[in-house]
């Protein structure tokens, strides 16, 4: 079992930036994909950002060039940066996990952008 713990959510406004954490608790973090996923009220679901194990990164088009997806294995830990946020990205997110066929999520952070 992994458990994963997000941080970093809050209030910004629009044209700032905010760094989200997401700490995992399970050993092998390394062989991991990690991402990123948001969810706006009253809308789908939708993948941000995925990191695999050997560091390969993809975006939505919605997001690219503006976040970053990265990660420290030895910390055990995905970060996405989040820059000239809008009011459009207000959602919370959630972190992702997946290893051996398996998928965990972490319980969300809130980020609201103000305009």
């Known amino acids: 079992q992994v458990q994963l713990v997000e941080s970093g959510g809050g209030l910004v406004q629009a044209g700032g930036s905010l760094r989200l954490s997401c700490v995992a608790s399970r050993s092998g973090f390394s062989l991991a994909t990690m991402g990123w996923y948001r969810q706006a009220p009253g809308k789908q679901r939708e993948l941000v950002a995925v990191i695999t194990g050997s560091s390969i990164t993809n975006y939505a088009d919605s997001v690219k060039g503006r976040f970053i997806i990265s990660r420290d294995n030895a910390k055990n830990t995905v970060y996405l940066q989040m820059n000239s946020l809008q009011p459009e990205d207000t959602a919370v997110y959630y972190c992702?996990?997946?290893?051996?066929?398996?998928?965990?999520w972490g319980q969300g952070t809130q980020v609201t952008v103000s305009s």
């Open positions: 992702k996990s997946t290893i051996g066929r398996r998928d965990y």
